[in-house]
């Protein structure tokens, strides 16, 4: 995996060869794996992991793969907490939380988790064996996001996973709801506290000889059997006689409380050990983990390893993390006794302890943990050094709510006089937590930064102390880096003019090698442009976003921008560029990482609509599952929205009309809960489009009652989709002159944004309201100039998938321009034509109309090609013809007069424009009349 992970997160400790068996216990959790949750909830130094760890060793145990993770504060970052949990599944399986994985450390926590959550449960979906995964401490998980998505994931997890939580109180996660399913075991103090048998066996483990009983069944009654205060009494008895008549009254003695009764005897223990050791003992305290060679270094000896094998012999609370004894930590009661008794060695002591333990673990590379370390000695200058230093890294791997706490430490001062590090600051704000309040005061404090060095002359590079004022690429480049940040955040609250002028000013700052952020910001300032409607500034922007793009050589930031140039195009009506754009994409996205190839559901969902668009269902349900398989995968929500509502338009299309009904259901859960103006009206306008064509117009009814619809409702270039379906509607209704009237409104805000697409569509709607209300001229005209568009990017179903009504329209307008009638704008006699006969070779549901039967569909689309529609008794001769029936034979089977077939004949020829039989027969059998 791409991060450097602290592998003694995933060391289950081991079980002691003297450790008392408690099968009551790990009878609990045999029973528990069977269902969805086990969660082992007690105090401080009750066994939890201990338990764990005794039931893995067991025969049942071992019978499971497993996986196991130690949480530590640090975790409490959502990015951090789930790369670490998928890394933790990797060990399961190898290569199965990759792509979680990643996505996570992509992601802002303030959008999409949906879609993470999605693709981490398909991960796991893939694993066939029954496993156990456990957290140890979850207490010290505080942020609301990771609560929010495990709260989904444990009631979304795979059958054959069961997860185990190690916690000191509750987690906050629905344990009613799953208890009341039968899918929560708990375990918890009470039934962790050893009875007296067990503190017998615990004392004669520990030094291999029996205590009287009543002082045993006494100091079990004391300590409520709290396995820590037991074990500290035992190892405090070590070299004592007995009989001993001063244990009893000692034990009698104890009171105040678990800590107490630990603080009592940590410290007989502590004041046991020789100096050197007590030394050893305070100032590692202060790791959170440790081996001999860190150690040495704040320690100042050289026999760390030596040391800390022989605490571990003595079983002092000290934790292996590792199967060969490097690394340990302290068991965190008897670190925080430790750590108490640490404050007697002074603030700079301490300090000192911190400073060297960040010297070692820098250079060991481990530079999250070195910043850690600073912070605690108050070290401001080397978490801004080691900040700024390895920010790129931090970005890429996803850790903004750590780079925003990490910047939120140093002095606000501080702060404010280095720009760089408000750049940084606003950034890992805006990326984690979206607070905005924080990210426009930051993008401030670096202009007011920026303002005082150019007045102050500039900067020497000697005063740019370890690049955190200003930076290694110069001033102007951090001015564009701002500018950056400020388009970023307040982009779609400015005007279309105002972002472009940002983007142009940043652009200009920014070093030409910069290629990265320059691509991000044309990406970012074209995908502006098209939510604004102007299609034509679209274009040319992200064709600069797709060079930079290249320049930076980054795979998937290239699929993007080819897909937005795609989509670009294929708006503007220019479906083949936009195929060969998408394609282009695929192409590209061969040399993404797996980690990374999610994004290549974005091509394949455009793809999907372009075949559909040109009629080709087969190549459209191709492209349409290959961009649910990686919509899964993506932590983008728009993303794998828009694959599922195209699923549900191709597999209407493709005459599946249950499926399609269930994928628009996916789609509209999937959505809930984000309250996006864009996503709820694309969604809506989807609904509207699929409902029309099953004839569900009660559904329909519900989505314009719920997004607040009416014939007077303005139109926009953010609504216009979601208005033209709407149109669409009111012709189902029969209110077509408000129909008209509408779609008159929104083919101005088309035409001004360069949609061709909803253009077309839009057209192709007028002309039905028009036609069916007696307007047959307008009708025409509008169905004419929506040819006209559709011809150059050879548009099919727009006007093949429309019913009966649309196919009328074109027949006529075929018949006035080979006549030279045509209205002033229409398409040529040969894609009338091509459309014509599309309408016959591809027949489907149409918008509309309720069919009963496959021939239903044939037989109302060929009749309404023809000038004059055939009769029944017409349709019943040609198909007896067809048969190979001579007149006299059509005669007896119709039970009609020679004269009578023969006049139904030449009905026939003439209304196909046919002279023979074997020239009626194929007309027939290409229109599938017969």
Known sequence: MAQQLLKTKFHLPAVRDDLVRRPRLTDLIDRGVRGRLTVIVAPAGAGKSTLVSEWRAS???????????????????????????????????????????????????????????????????????????????YHVITDTHIHEMMSIFVEQMPQQMHLILATRHDPQLPLARLRARGDLTEVRGR????????????????????????????????????????????????????????????????????????????????????????????????LDRMNGSICDQITGMVDGDATLRRLADQNLFLVPLDDD?????????????????????????????????????????????????????????????????????????????????????????????????????????????????????????????????????????????????????????????????????????????????????ALALLPEEKHHVRGLIHLFSGEVHIGLGDMKSAQSILQKGVDEARAADDSPLLVYGLSGYGQVNVARGRLEDGRRAYEDALTVGQGASAEANWVMCVPHTWLAEVFLEKGDISKAMEHSRQAQNLANKSPMMGFALNARTTAAQVSLAAGERAVAIEQLEEARQFAKGFGSFDFSTFLASVMLKVFRRTGDLESASDVVLDQGLSPDVAVDFKNEELVTAYAGHLIDRGNYEEADQLLSRVTPVLRDGGRVQ????????????????????????????????????????SFTGEGPVVAGLLNALAEAVRRGRGPGEAGSPNYLTFLLQQIVASP?????????????????????????PLSDREIEVLTLIASGASNQQIAEQMIISMSTVKSHINRAYRKLDVGTRTQAVATARQLGIV
């Open 59 to 137: 025969k049942s145990g071992r019978e499971r793969l497993f996986a196991w993770l130690s949480l530590d504060d640090a975790d409490s970052d959502p990015v951090r907490f789930f790369t670490y949990f998928a890394a933790a599944l990797d060990g399961i399986r190898p290569g199965t939380g990759d792509t979680a994985m990643s996505l996570f450390q992509a992601s802002s926590m303030g959008a999409e988790r949906s879609g993470i959550l999605t693709a981490l449960i398909n991960e796991i979906s893939e694993i066939e064996d029954d496993f156990v995964l456990g957290l140890d401490d």
């Open 191 to 286: 039934e962790l506290q050893f009875d007296t048998s067990e503190a017998a066996g615990m004392f004669s483990a520990i030094e291999d000889r029996t205590l009287p009983e009543e002082l045993v069944a006494s100091l079990t009654e004391q300590t409520e059997g709290w396995a820590a205060g037991l074990q500290l009494f035992g190892l405090s008895m070590r070299g004592r006689e007995l009989p001993n008549p001063d244990l009893q009254s000692r034990v009698d003695s104890y009171g105040g409380g678990q800590k107490f009764v630990f603080d009592y005897l940590a410290g007989e223990i502590f004041d046991q050990c020789d100096e050197p050791t007590r030394e050893f003992l305070l100032k590692t305290s202060l």
């Open 325 to 505: 004894g490097n690394w340990y930590r302290y068991h965190h009661l008897f670190r925080d006794f430790v750590r108490s008794r640490a404050n007697g060695l002074g603030q700079e002591m301490a300090n000192q302890v911190h400073r060297d333990a960040a010297a070692w673990l820098e250079e060991a590379g481990m530079v999250a943990e070195a910043i850690d370390q600073s912070q605690f000695a108050g070290d401001h200058d080397t978490v801004a050094r080691l900040l700024v230093a390895n920010f790129e890294e931090f970005q890429r791997l996803g850790h903004y709510l750590s780079i925003s706490s990490w910047v939120s430490s140093l002095p606000d001062e501080m702060v404010r006089q280095r720009p760089r590090l408000a750049l940084i600051y606003g950034v890992g704000t805006l990326l984690s937590e979206h607070d905005l309040d924080i990210v426009h005061k930051m993008s401030g404090w670096a202009d007011e930064a920026i303002s005082e060095i150019e007045s102050n002359g500039g900067i020497d590079p000697n005063d740019d102390i370890d690049g955190t004022v200003v930076g290694i690429d110069g001033l102007d480049a951090l001015k564009g880096e701002v500018l950056a940040l400020t388009l970023f955040h307040a982009a779609w609250e400015l005007p279309s003019e105002q972002t472009t002028e940002l983007a142009v000013k």
């Open 758 to 797: 909803h253009e077309i569509h839009a057209l192709v709607l007028q002309s039905q309201a028009r036609e069916l209300s007696g307007s047959r001229a307008l009708a025409i005209e509008s169905l004419g100039r929506a040819t006209k568009l559709g011809e150059p990017g050879r548009f099919n179903r």
């Open 844 to 868: 489907e549901p149409s918008a509309g109309t309720i069919l009963t039967s496959e021939s239903e569909v044939v037989q109302i689309s060929a009749q309404t090609l023809l000038p004059e």
